[in-house]
């Protein structure tokens, strides 16, 4: 690889990509910027072999070169663009990395910038609340636009519903659904590793997948559509709500509900480790209840009566949505039965 990597070698893995980028039709600014970078970055190395070690010491060499901070970020962000397209064609059998470099060092920070707080995520049942507003159709609007709302707003719920990628939601086929199994799934392609992997259905939502299956169709929807609702939403919530966001919430939410994390990875499509490092953000129900159940330092004699309830009041919530649990309240008692087989 170390041939591949430097040299004549590099020089044609450069040329691979900008031609990729060019049948990808991407912008002329764009393929220009990064043909730049790549042979100043080619020149620097001077035949070393492209390494991480050498990525993080030319982002280093441009900061000591004195050179404004959105240049660096900037030519920071077409690096690493490069190294996960040099990754992508390892995984279509290149053998040229075999991890996603880009993801093994950041942009140089502005002097004196902070780091950015973690995603303030919103609830599921406001982020309910906000997609059902947007998609509400106006007194104002004619036929089309009500149609439009309405597959758009159906395709959010089934979303909401999956935590998938926006890609793999939208692009599922009719005939890869099996509605006949006792686990309805859906086939979807993973492409970032490049197999079909089972999803398994939201059990709630299965009819209005039945009509779309039986009609042979899936959502028409648009990505640039959602968009416009998604930013519709920050306006309500006050704060950045992107598409991806519904995707984070999944993850910390369903951590929080105690989902296996192995499950978990698996279903959203990460390795264990990859998504605790950049996909699940460890909330303060987590961080709380990690501190007052195993902290060994903590007496649980002193722990607020209020922080047991709370989590026995959501159990008992749960119960009542399911016909098979009953669930009494009376004299500030709850008492919880179901049917032993």
């Given at each position: 690889m170390s041939q591949v990597l430097q040299g004549e070698g590099l020089s044609v893995l450069i040329n691979q990509c900008i031609l990729s980028y060019e049948r990808d039709k991407r912008p002329?600014?764009?393929?220009?910027?990064?043909?730049?970078?790549?042979?100043?970055?080619?020149?620097?190395?001077?035949?070393?072999?492209?390494?991480?070690?050498e990525?993080?010491?030319?982002?280093?060499?441009?900061?000591?070169?004195?050179?404004?901070?959105?240049?660096?970020?900037s030519d920071t962000r077409r690096l690493k663009s490069f190294l996960s397209w040099l990754y992508m064609e390892a995984n279509e059998g290149d053998g040229l990395i075999p991890t996603d470099w880009a993801k093994q060092f950041r942009s140089p920070k502005k002097y004196g910038e902070k780091e950015r707080p973690q995603e303030q995520l919103l609830a599921p049942e406001k982020m309910l609340e906000y997609v059902l507003k947007v998609?509400?159709?106006?007194?104002?609007?004619?036929?089309?636009h009500r149609e439009i709302k309405l597959e758009h707003r159906e395709f959010l719920l089934f979303y909401m519903k999956t935590g998938l990628r926006p890609g793999e939601a939208m692009s599922i086929l009719p005939e890869n659904v099996n509605?006949?199994?006792?686990?309805?799934?859906?086939?979807?392609w993973r492409g970032k590793n490049g197999k079909w992997q089972p999803i398994g259905l939201p059990l709630d939502y299965l009819e209005p997948i039945r009509r779309r299956v039986e009609q042979g169709r899936w959502f028409n929807v648009t990505q640039s559509?959602?968009?416009i609702y998604m930013r519709r939403i920050s306006k309500m919530a006050g704060r950045t709500v992107k598409l991806y966001s519904i995707r984070k919430s999944m993850d910390t939410f369903a951590m929080d509900a105690d989902a296996p994390v192995m499950k978990l990875a698996i279903h959203q499509g990460h390795t264990v480790e990859i998504m605790q490092q950049y996909y699940t953000k460890f909330s303060a129900k987590q961080s709380s209840e990690v501190n007052n159940t195993?902290?060994?330092?903590?007496?649980?004699s002193k722990v607020p009566v209020d922080y047991i309830l709370a989590r026995i009041e959501q159990t008992a919530k749960e119960a009542e949505r399911h016909p098979?649990?009953?669930?009494m309240r009376q004299d500030g008692q709850i008492t919880i039965s179901w049917p032993v087989k």
């Open positions: 002329a600014r764009s393929i220009k910027n990064l043909k730049n970078l790549l042979g100043r970055l080619s020149t620097w190395l001077d035949g070393r072999e492209l390494t991480v070690k990525c993080r010491g030319y982002v280093k060499h441009m900061q000591d070169k004195g050179l404004a901070w959105t240049s660096v970020s998609t509400e159709p106006g007194p104002n609007d004619h036929k089309l509605l006949d199994s006792d686990y309805p799934n859906a086939l979807v559509r959602l968009e195993y902290n060994p330092f903590i007496d649980r098979a649990f009953k669930v």
